[in-house]
């Protein structure tokens, strides 16, 4: 399996838009790419032709666009496909960072290519951009302790409080993996930090 050849210049964090969300364990991608905005000083701003609020910078000598779709999870690939089409550029381009029922809480999974899972917000981006060839920082979340919950109620749900006293210190290891992405291939920095392609 080929690791993309073109640097990630746009990074996605999907979530839900809305205070309602904003705490939810669905909302993780948001909170890290809102998490990465923070540590560079970039403000995001509400752009209705791409139905997501994006925030602008340079890390590395690069220039990045951060985007978090407002059009709710399941249609997130409607916003995505709209700005990489009026920039022109390739999913190979792309990073999409994501909560993960499947990984425990407080671990993380590194892939340039992959299937979505159960995940609606990923398999709408796949719909949208019809390939997945794209690299996506999955944020584990972990299952409920109750495996006859619904997950879709589980991931809609607020952080614990167990959760929320380690929150800041797992987005802040989701920024710290997206700063060396601007930095070095994929492949260098899943094999640096441990995090390997297919886990």
Known sequence: MNAPSSK??????????????????????????????????????EEPEFNA???????????????????????????VRRFLDFYKLSPEQLLVVSDDVAIPFQDIRLRFLGSPGGHNGLKSIEAHLRTKNYARLRMGVGEPVDRSRDLADYVLENFNQEELSQLAKFVQKGTAVIEQLMRDPITDVMNRIGLKDGV
Request: proline share 3%.
């Open 8 to 45: 990630i210049c746009v990074i996605v964090g999907l979530g839900n838009p809305g205070k309602k969300y904003e705490l939810t364990r669905h909302n993780l991608g948001y909170l890290v790419v809102q998490g990465l905005a923070t540590i560079h000083g970039w403000s995001f701003k």
């Open 53 to 79: 609020k994006v925030a602008t910078g340079r890390i590395a000598d690069q220039k990045i666009h951060l985007l978090l779709p407002t059009t709710y999870m399941n249609e997130s690939g409607r916003a």
